[in-house]
């Protein structure tokens, strides 16, 4: 039998540390995106809007979770929070109600889009009560703006690389056995996408594309941003926290029709506001798996403004995209 001999204490000066690779590259995407990352075992996940990030100890994620893919989680949390939240604990979410739902669910938008452009969606996936809803996901907003950017790519790209490495060796029941090649770009320049056609698609305006901003051909598969047909009964965005204020001329109809929705601001007139959403606007209430389906209470008298803003417009693609309904 070998014998091992050991260095006597004090002899072999300890200079560096081994960190997992893939540990190491999003440790370093979120200390240039401004955060510090600190491992704690008094929450999964919290940010105390200081500028640190704390990250539960290994030992509390699940087996087929990592350091990687929980901070990865928690900078598309910020990118969709914007950066004021990086001064509000836990990115300005109090974790409890249909808010935190919807908020969580543009989070995910965000992370199965940017994770499948690398073909990664199934080693970064979310293993919280959510993991039923990233699922069923297919669309998503996008990260091309500081401080995300390019440190988000970055790290997303180095992820990829190391994933293409540890495929070749994994064994079947290894995360990185189901690591995919990443999709190979769409005809219009963006990230390809696997549904419907861009003749099916809803921003689909003539023959161009509203998101891409180019010509198109029906016959084209749907790009990553493809969206079928658009429901405003399921949306609501244009009326609840995309836009902050519904202007109304002195002479419009409605102010004469719905005086109890009208607020004098002194030199203009708005729809009065509840909350983050228009003081009109009734649905969107989770009961139990569903939300209740959007509706305008006084549709039949709303004001000119709202009569202009009209299905799969650039307007209605800009309300989407405020909530993390679209791309």
């Given at each position: 039998m070998?014998?091992?001999?050991?260095y006597?204490?004090?002899?072999?000066?300890?200079?560096h540390?081994?960190v997992?690779?893939?540990a190491?590259?999003w440790?370093?995407?979120?200390?240039?995106i401004?955060?510090r990352v600190?491992r704690?075992a008094?929450?999964?996940?919290?940010t105390d809007g200081r500028g640190?990030l704390?990250i539960a100890?290994?030992d509390?994620?699940?087996a087929?979770d990592?350091?990687?893919?929980?901070?990865f989680?928690?900078?598309c949390?910020?990118l969709?929070?914007?950066?004021?939240?990086?001064?509000?604990?836990?990115?300005?979410?109090?974790?409890t109600?249909?808010?935190h739902?919807?908020r969580?669910h543009?989070?995910?938008?965000?992370?199965?889009?940017?994770?499948g452009?690398?073909g990664?969606?199934?080693v970064?996936?979310?293993?919280?009560?959510?993991?039923?809803f990233?699922?069923?996901?297919d669309?998503?907003?996008?990260?091309d703006?500081?401080p995300?950017?390019?440190?988000l790519?970055?790290a997303?790209?180095?992820?990829?690389?190391?994933?293409a490495?540890?495929h070749v060796?994994a064994?079947?029941?290894?995360?990185?056995?189901?690591?995919?090649p990443?999709?190979?770009?769409h005809?219009?320049?963006l990230?390809?996408g696997?549904r419907g056609?861009?003749?099916?698609?809803a921003?689909?305006?003539?023959?161009r594309?509203?998101?891409?901003?180019?010509?198109i051909?029906?016959a084209?598969?749907g790009?990553e941003?493809?969206?079928?047909?658009?429901d405003c009964q399921?949306?609501?965005a244009?009326?609840?926290?995309?836009?902050?204020?519904?202007?109304?001329?002195?002479?419009?109809p409605?102010?004469?029709a719905?005086?109890?929705?009208?607020?004098d601001?002194?030199?203009?007139l708005?729809?009065?506001?509840d909350?983050?959403?228009c003081?009109?606007?009734?649905?969107?209430?989770?009961?139990?798996e569903?939300?209740?389906?959007?509706?305008?209470?006084i549709?039949?008298?709303?004001p000119?403004?709202?009569?202009?803003?009209?299905?799969?417009?650039?307007h209605?693609?800009?309300?989407?995209?405020?909530v993390?309904?679209s791309l």
């Amino acid at each position: 039998m070998r014998k091992f001999s050991c260095y006597p204490a004090g002899v072999r000066t300890i200079t560096h540390r081994y960190v997992d690779p893939l540990a190491q590259v999003w440790l370093g995407a979120a200390r240039k995106i401004g955060l510090r990352v600190e491992r704690t075992a008094d929450a999964y996940a919290a940010t105390d809007g200081r500028g640190t990030l704390a990250i539960a100890s290994d030992d509390a994620l699940d087996a087929d979770d990592s350091l990687a893919q929980m901070i990865f989680h928690e900078l598309c949390h910020s990118l969709v929070e914007g950066e004021d939240s990086f001064r509000a604990p836990d990115w300005g979410m109090d974790n409890t109600g249909p808010d935190h739902d919807w908020r969580e669910h543009a989070c995910l938008r965000t992370q199965y889009v940017l994770a499948g452009r690398h073909g990664l969606r199934h080693v970064f996936a979310p293993t919280t009560e959510f993991r039923a809803f990233w699922d069923r996901l297919d669309d998503g907003v996008l990260a091309d703006q500081p401080p995300w950017a390019p440190a988000l790519g970055d790290a997303l790209a180095a992820t990829a690389r190391i994933a293409a490495e540890a495929h070749v060796l994994a064994s079947p029941t290894s995360l990185w056995a189901e690591v995919v090649p990443a999709p190979v770009a769409h005809p219009t320049g963006l990230p390809a996408g696997d549904r419907g056609t861009c003749g099916t698609c809803a921003w689909r305006h003539g023959a161009r594309c509203r998101q891409a901003g180019a010509k198109i051909v029906d016959a084209w598969p749907g790009c990553e941003r493809f969206e079928p047909a658009l429901d405003c009964q399921t949306c609501g965005a244009c009326c609840r926290a995309a836009y902050h204020s519904v202007e109304v001329s002195r002479r419009d109809p409605v102010v004469k029709a719905q005086p109890a929705m009208i607020v004098d601001r002194g030199t203009y007139l708005e729809i009065r506001r509840d909350g983050d959403r228009c003081a009109a606007l009734a649905g969107g209430v989770v009961e139990g798996e569903r939300a209740t389906r959007f509706h305008c209470t006084i549709y039949g008298d709303r004001p000119r403004t709202c009569r202009d803003f009209t299905l799969g417009s650039a307007h209605c693609l800009t309300a989407r995209r405020r909530v993390g309904l679209s791309l």
